[in-house]
């Protein structure tokens, strides 16, 4: 996704536990949450633990590297706002922490994806309570 498509996105508008996630991002780093019985970690977030239903967990920072796990490149805009946008590439990442995470490529660097590239989260901070999830390739 180029600077200038880049810079056109909206927030989103979250509420609950999607919304700390964002506010989390924005204030302080990408922070997933970890289940305090099992020490899974989990995303989207969730109020109990799928592994061991336990309803205790925290927000904790994430390392942000990862993996492409899947990937898809947008050459129609769907919504005129993303005219200017493409093509962009939508990534799945697998996070070395072992939870996925759904975002774009920062740049132009749709050329370099393929499934194993290293990846590293690179926030987009749109407000005090919002960042968006974009990665880079390392």
Same mark, same amino acid.
């Given at each position: 996704?180029n600077d200038e498509a880049r810079?056109?996105?909206?927030?989103?508008?979250?509420?609950?536990?999607?919304?700390?996630?964002?506010?989390?991002?924005? @204030?302080? *780093? =990408?922070?997933?949450?970890?289940?305090?019985?099992?020490? &899974?970690?989990?995303?989207?977030? #969730?109020?109990?633990?799928?592994?061991? +239903?336990? +309803?205790?967990?925290?927000?904790?920072?994430?390392?942000?590297?990862?993996?492409?796990?899947?990937?898809?490149? &947008?050459? #129609?805009?769907?919504?005129?706002?993303?005219?200017a946008a493409v093509p962009y590439?939508? %990534?799945?990442?697998? =996070?070395?922490? *072992?939870?996925? =995470?759904? *975002?774009? !490529?920062? +740049?132009?660097?749709?050329?370099? =994806?393929? !499934? *194993? #590239? @290293?990846? %590293?989260?690179?926030?987009? @901070?749109?407000?005090?309570? %919002?960042?968006?999830?974009?990665?880079?390739?390392?």
């Amino acid at each position: 996704m180029n600077d200038e498509a880049r810079a056109a996105r909206t927030a989103p508008h979250a509420a609950g536990l999607n919304a700390e996630f964002y506010e989390h991002a924005a @204030r302080a *780093g =990408l922070h997933l949450q970890r289940c305090q019985a099992c020490e &899974t970690w989990r995303h989207p977030p #969730r109020f109990v633990c799928a592994t061991c +239903g336990s +309803g205790e967990w925290r927000w904790e920072p994430a390392s942000g590297r990862g993996r492409v796990y899947s990937w898809t490149i &947008t050459h #129609r805009a769907v919504d005129p706002a993303f005219a200017a946008a493409v093509p962009y590439a939508v %990534v799945v990442v697998e =996070l070395d922490e *072992g939870v996925r =995470l759904v *975002g774009n !490529i920062a +740049g132009d660097e749709n050329g370099v =994806l393929d !499934i *194993g #590239r @290293r990846v %590293v989260v690179d926030l987009d @901070r749109r407000s005090d309570t %919002v960042a968006l999830v974009d990665f880079r390739a390392v």
